[in-house]
Nanobody, 111 residues
Framework: QVQPVESGGGLVQAGGSLRLSCTASGSIFSLYFMGWYRQAPGKQRESVATVTPSSRINYADSVKGRFTISRDNAKNTVYLQMNSLKPEDTAVYYC?????WGQGTQVTVSS
């Protein structure tokens, strides 16, 4: 059964970088749809970046040019490289893999 587990969140100053990782079990990881979502206090959960099994990628307009999603099928891991972070990027970031949500990891960007 697929169960994503995130890591890599933390506190960073504006302009800094963080890399989130999400590892999920499953023998057919390469066939999974996966993505990163985030939820800020008082707001709805929103899509940040997604990648299909054919490696088609989609980004939210707010992160284009700053964030990069990538997948390593050999390691059953999907990454989110976040550069030029802004205070408005502060949120709990969730990994989504084949219909399953991770527990979330907090990202806080100070001004």
């Amino acid at each position: 059964q697929v169960q994503p587990v995130e890591s890599g969140g933390g506190l960073v100053q504006a302009g800094g970088s963080l890399r989130l990782s999400c590892t999920a079990s499953g023998s057919i990881f390469s066939l999974y749809f996966m993505g990163w979502y985030r939820q800020a206090p008082g707001k709805q959960r929103e899509s940040v970046a997604t990648v299909t099994p054919s490696s088609r990628i989609n980004y939210a307009d707010s992160v284009k040019g700053r964030f990069t999603i990538s997948r390593d099928n050999a390691k059953n891991t999907v990454y989110l490289q976040m550069n030029s972070l802004k205070p408005e990027d502060t949120a709990v970031y969730y990994c989504f893999v084949q219909g399953k949500w991770g527990q979330g990891t907090q990202v806080t960007v100070s001004s």
